[in-house]
């Protein structure tokens, strides 16, 4: 079915990632039009047998990366934590979670990822610590202790009660009381996550140190969790109320019936990432900011790129909580609208929050998952896939007695957490290559028959689709995946040029016309036919 023509193998751009400081390169920073992957350390491959993915899987597993042409990885927290939101609550920022391995394996792992030309980014978490981290133990331990204010304590309002109306993540008041020194403390997530306090400089200085510890290891960059976080209003004020809500893309307003005005996005937090991108730069080549930046207004998203001087790149929820593939088209060029000149936008379908979009933009349908693929894989700018996006993982309904995320347990308005976090499947046999076949994988394994091995044998599937694309991407477009234009096209389909590339993609359940392109069809994602089928997209050079 799929036809590809010969075209030049990717190109792969210097790889040299030195821990010594210099001058910031000239020439396009490498995530320029790269593909890069999120990879959940506990759900990808365990080592060592005892039902976790952890760092030294990975090593193991490279293979498969370099073979689909991955240029980075995003690694899921992996610095020590008592896992009460599985790594999202840090006790330690410069270690290493003593179940995923140690400083030494997550060192060996970036070396040999470096070999192979693949980037290593870490999850870093400064919204927040767990409440184990010495940092809190020492505030919590009384009102003039050293650390005290490096989190948000306020007293009760006059007559009882929390300091503000915020609420956290499950719903829940954003406020913990502690009687022990009584006042309130912030959690904007779990109580066992309290809030740091970025008006105090001493955290400033505290990040900026492990910032550098980690740059100086050779990790290539952070996705920076809760990026729209860190500051909160220095007033305390309410948060106002949300109007109701009724689409999905709609519930990045707020939610429990809040909007987050003076919780989150605030003006100060901009001044953070002014800082964090002179330390980046300062290394060769520049270490890279990707945020976590949970923002519904594309003009909100744009302001955390600064003047070139902010993140450099930022998640687009608005795209992934579009409706797909109708909203998709718009919601392009409105993003490239909105984000300053030369910033590049990122495109994303699933994460470990969110869900996988082969569930929540295709329904599980074969064709509308290789094309949301060749969207994802042909826009300008940064890729970001999940682990099981390249073989079409679906979420899997874990039941009640398996699920093992504590925040969602209870209703969550973004759902249940584990259903993207199962582990990846390698093969059809039990543990499914992810653990030994008699051990208790932490979370369950899903449908075995989607799984790497029997699809890389098969140049149909949706895995090796996946690998031509990202082949195209590198090839094609190489480093400078630009040059998007959407073209005139009938109604029910998008057609737009990225680099030489023409990409035609029909949004419609029905087939449509191709439109004549006199161009020479290098990919396409349903059976060769004279006109696009349902959900079909197809890329052309030239035309
Ligand atoms: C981010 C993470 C999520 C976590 C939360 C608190 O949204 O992606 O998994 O629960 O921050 O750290």
Redesign the pocket.
Known sequence: MSSLSEHRPGVRRELELTPTKGTSMATSPWWQGAVLYQLYVRSWRDSNGDGYGDINGITQQLDHLSWLGIDGLWLSPTMPSPDA??G??VSDYTGVHPELGTLGDLDALIAEAGRRGIRVLLDL?P??TSSAHPWFIDAASGRDAAHRDYYVWADPVPGGGPPTNWLD?TGEPAWQWHPATGQYYLHN?LPA?PDLNWWQPAVHAEFRQILEFWFDRGVAGFRI??AHGLYKDAELRDNPPLAPTSSDSDRLAGRFGQRPVYSANRPETHGVYRDWRKIAESYSPPRLLLG?T?TGDLSSLASYYGDDDELQLSFNFPVVFARFPAELPDLVDETLAALPTGARPVWTGS???VGRFPSRWCHGDPARIRLALLILLTLPGTTVLYYGDEIGMTDVAVPAELQRDP?TQAGSPQGQ?DRARTPMRWNGAPGAGFTGPTVTPWLPIGPAAVNVADQRGDPDSVLSLCRRLVDLRHGELGAGVAGYRRLASPPGVWSYTAGPLLVTANLAATPAAMPDQGAEILLRTGPAAAGLGPWEGVVARGG
């Open positions: 939101d599985w999202y609550d978490v919204n927040h993540a997530f996550q969790d809760v976590e949970w994460n470990h929050d925040m957490r």
